[in-house]
């Protein structure tokens, strides 16, 4: 004997109603928050890579100290807009017009030998995955404390 099953609607279900009030004013805080988040982090993993190139520059034989006092970070306004922020780590050329002959090598002074590189500067980029985690975690920081004023 078979017995037929009838369901009413709504039986055994579970009914999830969602209001949006709120959402829209929320939304436009998290975007005004993403802005103003950008240059903060990117800062943070500029600094990643001026550390690493400070101490780079303080393994090298120091004769004057004018390379190691050189070393600069700098936003870009020019590179810069509102969804990108730019920072430049370099040395001034005009401290330490000798930056690129360590940096990339040269001929020793009668031109015999040549003096091997020591790439302070571009060495830094092995630390990309640390500037990385720097930025995001400046991203989740700034979030968390705008999460708490709400």
């Given at each position: 004997?078979?017995?037929?099953?009838?369901?009413?609607?709504?039986?055994?279900?579970?009914?999830?109603?969602?209001?949006?009030?709120?959402?829209?004013?929320?939304?436009?805080?998290?975007?005004?928050?993403?802005?103003?988040?950008?240059?903060?982090?990117?800062q943070a993993g500029a600094q990643v890579f001026y550390d690493q190139v400070k101490q780079n520059v303080n393994s090298i034989p120091v004769k004057t100290g004018n390379l190691r006092d050189s070393i600069y970070q700098v936003y870009s306004k020019d590179k810069s807009d509102e969804n990108t922020a730019v920072y430049h780590i370099s040395w001034n050329r005009k401290k330490a017009p000798h930056g690129h002959l360590i940096e990339f090598g040269t001929l020793n002074k009668d031109g015999t030998e040549r003096v091997a590189p020591r790439a302070f500067l571009r060495s830094a980029q092995s630390r990309a995955?640390?500037?990385?985690?720097?930025?995001?975690?400046?991203?989740?920081?700034?979030?968390?404390?705008?999460?708490e004023k709400l």
């Open positions: 004997m078979s017995r037929k099953r009838t369901y009413k609607p709504g039986q055994n279900t579970v009914t999830i109603a969602v209001r949006s009030e709120g959402v829209d004013e929320l939304l436009r805080e998290i975007g005004e928050l993403s802005k103003g988040v950008i240059r903060p982090a990117a995955d640390d500037a990385a985690d720097a930025a995001i975690e400046k991203i989740h920081a700034m979030f968390d404390e705008a999460n």
